[in-house]
T-cell receptor, first 117, second 114 residues
Framework: GNSVTQMEGPVTLSEEAFLTINCTYTATGYPSLFWYVQYPGEGLQLLLKATKADDKGSNKGFEATYRKETTSFHLEKGSVQVSDSAVYFC????????????????FGKGTLLTVNP | SQTIHQWPATLVQPVGSPLSLECTVEGTSNPNLYWYRQAAGRGLQLLFYSVGIGQISSEVPQNLSASRPQDRQFILSSKKLLLSDSGFYLCAWNPTGTVNTEAFFGQGTRLTVV
């Protein structure tokens, strides 16, 4: 079946450290891939996305490249800040049952990132 | 622009009491609508989705139900809450028929069943 696997963490880094959060997926067909961020007590916000192989999504210094050959979409940031502390979710889109062209997102379990000053 | 509203933000309910959480979307028509639950602080579980008025699909059997009485309104309900229903509930939407689009989330409802 279709699924998303991401490193569960928690991940604790010092400010300005390099961040990698691994995400791999299993899917039939060619899904779009997403990273969402959730700050404490809030809903999810889209961080970045990629819709086809070799696309690179980027936003706020974060990057992720859609790697079809390794079925991966790892999240990276060269220098994290305390304000990046949050839970990060990797996700892919799937067709809904009987939904024709309708799609839902399936998420990994999330990775808690804590950045210390 | 499109917006999604979800309320209440926080709710404390006794075991056995009913539940009604409401979600509305503005600025779009015929959206796909979703209810997710986030338990234990992190993982997201899809509970229900709807592709149109009156069309509800359940992803997991449970003590909850959902309804879509209007195009942009999605309601999560329970007749009798259980302790295990505690969690963070998130409503989301995405446009119909667009494979590459992300979903947009409300701010969530923190439900504590006591």
């Amino acid at each position: 079946g279709n699924s998303v696997t991401q490193m569960e963490g928690p991940v604790t880094l010092s400010e300005e450290a390099f961040l990698t959060i691994n995400c791999t997926y299993t899917a039939t067909g060619y899904p779009s891939l997403f990273w969402y961020v959730q700050y404490p007590g809030e809903g999810l916000q889209l961080l970045l996305k990629a819709t086809k192989a070799d696309d690179k999504g980027s936003n706020k210094g974060f990057e992720a490249t859609y790697r079809k050959e390794t079925t991966s979409f790892h999240l990276e940031k060269g220098s994290v800040q305390v304000s990046d502390s949050a839970v990060y979710f990797c996700a892919l889109n799937l067709g809904l049952r009987g939904g024709g062209s309708n799609y839902k997102l399936t998420f990994g379990k999330g990775t808690l990132l804590t950045v210390n000053p | 622009s499109q917006t999604i509203h979800q309320w209440p933000a926080t709710l404390v309910q006794p075991v056995g009491s009913p539940l009604s959480l409401e979600c509305t979307v503005e600025g779009t028509s015929n959206p796909n609508l979703y209810w997710y639950r986030q338990a234990a602080g992190r993982g997201l579980q899809l509970l229900f989705y709807s592709v149109g008025i009156g069309q509800i699909s359940s992803e997991v059997p449970q003590n909850l139900s959902a309804s879509r009485p209007q195009d942009r309104q999605f309601i999560l309900s329970s007749k009798k809450l259980l302790l295990s229903d505690s969690g963070f509930y998130l409503c989301a939407w995405n446009p119909t028929g667009t494979v590459n689009t992300e979903a947009f989330f409300g701010q969530g409802t923190r439900l504590t069943v006591v």
